[in-house]
Antibody, heavy 120, light 110 residues
Framework: EVQLVQSGAEVKKSGESLHISCATSGYKFTSYWIGWVRQMSGKGLEWMGIIYPGDSNTRYSPSFQGQVTMSVDKSINTASLQWNSLKASDTAIYYC?????????????WGQGTLVTVSS | QSVLTQSPSASGTPGQRVTISCSGSYSNIGSHTVNWYQHRPGTAPKLLIYNDNQWPSGVPDRFSASKSGTSASLAISGLQSEDEADYYCAAWDDSLNGPVFGGGTKLTVL
């Protein structure tokens, strides 16, 4: 069974750093892209970027380029999302999701989300 | 403002058929396949339909989807209370060089 289990909720202050994780199981981690999606309160889903665990190749949405860093640890089948200096506007739920096989571009499995709250 | 446009809300009574629409442009829906996700707040989003009209394993065929030009739609027949959720369309976008989502449609089962 494919599972993506995200780290727990975080409460931070502006300017602090943060690292959230997405532990995967049930499939070959290095063979499928992993994406990150943001949902701000009361808003829709926004694609942040994707990373290929096989070689750590990354593609960022222009809106998030330079704002966050995606990485993976192949030894523990885990993807991570990192901020060096949080802003109040980073307050949101962040989802990791596995890109499905074959043609097309879709997320076939999602994590449960990590709520990040940043106070100013 | 989302790149793909969805009506913010829809509703129906149990057993009814409801349709949720999604409008885009040539750079996304007009050129690429559409996917639909179901999201109950507080839970992980779930893939409902991929590549325009394909069902992932375990998704009932009460859910169906279609596409024409730069618009797509999701139909839910035999509406059930458990279908109450937010529904998002998504497609690759050539301008973003990444996927774009609709703003979501909140479905209420009356």
């Amino acid at each position: 069974e494919v599972q993506l289990v995200q780290s727990g909720a975080e409460v931070k202050k502006s300017g602090e750093s943060l690292h959230i994780s997405c532990a995967t199981s049930g499939y070959k981690f290095t063979s499928y892209w992993i994406g990150w999606v943001r949902q701000m309160s009361g808003k829709g889903l926004e694609w942040m970027g994707i990373i290929y665990p096989g070689d750590s190749n990354t593609r960022y949405s222009p809106s998030f380029q330079g704002q966050v860093t995606m990485s993976v640890d192949k030894s523990i089948n885990t993807a991570s999302l990192q901020w060096n200096s949080l802003k109040a506007s980073d307050t949101a739920i962040y989802y990791c999701a596995k890109v499905g096989p074959g043609t097309g571009y879709y997320f076939d499995y999602w994590g449960q989300g990590t709520l990040v709250t940043v106070s100013s | 403002q989302s790149v793909l446009t969805q009506s913010p809300s829809a509703s129906g009574t149990p057993g009814q058929r409801v349709t949720i629409s999604c409008s885009g442009s040539y750079s996304n829906i007009g050129s690429h396949t559409v996917n639909w996700y179901q999201h109950r707040p507080g839970t992980a989003p779930k893939l409902l339909i991929y590549n325009d009209n394909q069902w992932p394993s375990g998704v009932p065929d009460r859910f169906s989807a279609s596409k024409s030009g730069t618009s797509a739609s999701l139909a839910i027949s035999g509406l059930q209370s458990e279908d109450e959720a937010d529904y998002y369309c998504a497609a690759w976008d050539d301008s973003l060089n990444g996927p774009v989502f609709g703003g979501g449609t909140k479905l209420t089962v009356l």
